[in-house]
Structure formats: structure tokens, C-alpha cells
């Protein structure tokens, strides 16, 4: 049996309080200074998908230069190389599905389903052929429809966002899946003050993918629905709000970091759209 810890949302959370002066901080949600670091509007490279990545759901940042993508009707992992921008090996991890996110972490992969359970097996390229397929169940409250997966290094925990809440379940919340711990935990739920005061409309916020900034910690929210990227930082500010823009990403879907801070979003669309995007220094 796994455990479900609930906390006070806009904390940083786990199965135990904070100090007044975190909790005061985290209300105000409003930082002090930020800058954020990248021009959407003008992508270092921009890359077409091929076919088999036209409905792409999730990505994640591989190893030299590479990408692991996933789309949302099939168990298959499609290793995609940057500088060739091309699919370089496709492996299958049993049958179809509905999948909305996938995670590279320490040699594992993490497949995760509409429903909020999760499928790992270790990527052997060499070997594909000969995986060995675990689903995990994460015990989300029934109904949760979630749409994205990241990963926190700092907490080792998957980072599971729900686009919509179900029975218990709320709506904009992350959850959480600490792979040493097996217990699954609410980690952010932004209120509809923080959304307003940041011009988000809570009713178009509803998280499709997230990730962790590799240098900052700060945790990087898609909403494909307001076509919006929303920018947290670990005490749960809203540090920056970016609007999407339609045509270069319609349908917003995935995103992930490379290890010295590229960012990588992925749309669906006829083609699929891999925008890469190098950090301002």
C-alpha cells in the first residue's frame, strides 16, 4: 500500500508542517525579483516531428543530445536525436495505452498513464527486446485526470500534475511519487488568488506538463488549455507568467530541460513541434 499525504497547498510539501515565517512567505506570493531567462519568441532551433510524434505527450531530456519522447496512444518510447532531428530507435513497452508523460531518472524510465499510474523499465538500447515491465500503482484519488510528469532531484520525487480533480482530488494540483519513500504526496495546488494576481484565469489553468529547471529548482507548469508557461519557485511564488504563442506551439504537450538549462517544448500538431530554446546568461 502506498500512503497519500495531504498538506496545506503553496507550501513546500511533505507529510509535515512548516514555520510561520515559510508560511508567510509562501502567502504573499510576491518574489522579490526575477528575470526569466529565455525568449520564447525566438527559438534557438526549431524541429518538425516525424509522424509517429504528431499527438507527442511527453518528453524527456535522454543523454548526449538525445530526447526520449512518448505520444499518447502507444507504449513505445521514441529516442529522438537533436542534432540529426530524427527518430533514431523506437522501443515498445507492451500494447497501447493512453499515456501523457515520461521521466528519465537514473537509468530508469517512467511511463505515465491518464489515470495516474505509472510503468518503469530500464532503457537497454542495446537490447530492446527485453524489457521488463513494472506498473506501479501512485493511488491518486479516483477520477484525477492527470497530463504530465516531471522529476525533482532535490526531493527524488516524480512530479505528477492533474489537469482536473476527481472525487477527493483537486483541480490544478501537482502531486507527487517519492521513489524511495513509495508514498504519494499533494505538492502545490495554486489558489485562484495566486492565479488572478499573476493574470492567469483559474477556470483556462490546467496543467498538461511540467519540469524542474536543472540549475534553479524552479518548477516550469505548460498550460496547453491557456496556452500559457507558468514559472514556481520551491516556497510555491508564481515568479513569472509567458504567454504561448498559438501558431509557433498549438497544442503544447511537453517540456523538459537539458543539463546546462536548454529548454524543450513540444506541441502536437500535423506535424508535431520540438522547439529548443538556449537560457540568457
Not at 527559438?43 to 509517429?52: F, Q, Y
Not at 499518447?72 to 522501443?91: G, L, N, P, R, S
Not at 525533482?152 to 492533474?162: F, G, Q, S, V, Y
Request: charged share 25%; net charge negative; proline share 6%.
Amino acid at each position: 500500500m502506498y500512503r497519500l499525504c495531504f498538506v496545506i497547498p503553496l507550501l513546500l510539501m511533505g507529510c509535515g508542517g512548516k514555520s510561520s515565517e515559510t508560511n508567510q512567505a509562501t502567502a504573499d506570493n510576491q518574489p522579490a525579483q526575477y528575470t526569466f531567462p529565455y525568449t520564447l519568441s525566438a527559438p534557438a532551433d526549431e524541429m518538425a516531428l516525424p509522424k509517429r510524434l504528431r499527438e507527442v505527450s511527453g518528453l524527456t531530456y535522454y543523454k548526449d543530445n538525445k530526447l526520449l519522447c512518448i505520444q499518447d496512444e502507444e507504449a513505445a518510447v521514441f529516442v529522438y536525436d537533436i542534432a540529426k532531428k530524427q527518430i533514431t530507435q523506437e522501443v515498445g513497452f507492451g500494447g497501447y495505452g493512453d499515456f501523457e508523460g515520461i521521466e528519465y531518472v537514473n537509468g530508469d524510465v517512467y511511463a505515465l498513464e491518464s489515470d495516474g499510474n505509472l510503468q518503469r523499465f530500464t532503457l537497454d538500447l542495446s537490447s530492446p527486446k527485453s524489457i521488463q515491465v513494472a506498473r506501479i500503482p501512485t493511488d491518486l484519488p479516483a477520477k484525477t485526470e492527470v497530463e504530465g510528469l516531471g522529476y525533482d532531484p532535490k526531493t527524488e520525487r516524480l512530479l505528477i500534475a492533474a489537469k482536473k480533480g476527481g472525487g477527493t482530488s483537486s483541480n490544478r494540483a501537482v502531486y507527487s511519487f517519492g521513489l524511495r519513500s513509495r508514498a504519494v504526496y499533494r505538492e502545490m495546488q495554486l489558489t485562484e488568488e495566486a492565479l488572478q494576481n499573476a493574470d492567469v484565469n483559474p477556470d483556462d489553468y490546467k496543467p498538461s506538463a511540467l519540469a524542474v529547471h536543472p540549475q534553479t529548482g524552479d518548477w516550469y507548469v505548460l498550460s496547453s488549455a491557456s496556452h500559457q508557461l507558468i514559472v514556481t519557485n520551491r516556497q510555491k511564488q508564481v515568479l513569472h507568467v509567458e504567454k504561448l504563442d498559438r501558431k509557433q506551439l498549438p497544442q503544447p504537450e511537453g517540456i523538459c530541460f537539458a543539463p546546462n538549462g536548454d529548454l524543450f517544448i513540444a506541441s502536437e500538431g500535423k506535424p508535431g513541434i520540438l522547439l529548443r530554446f538556449g537560457a540568457r546568461h
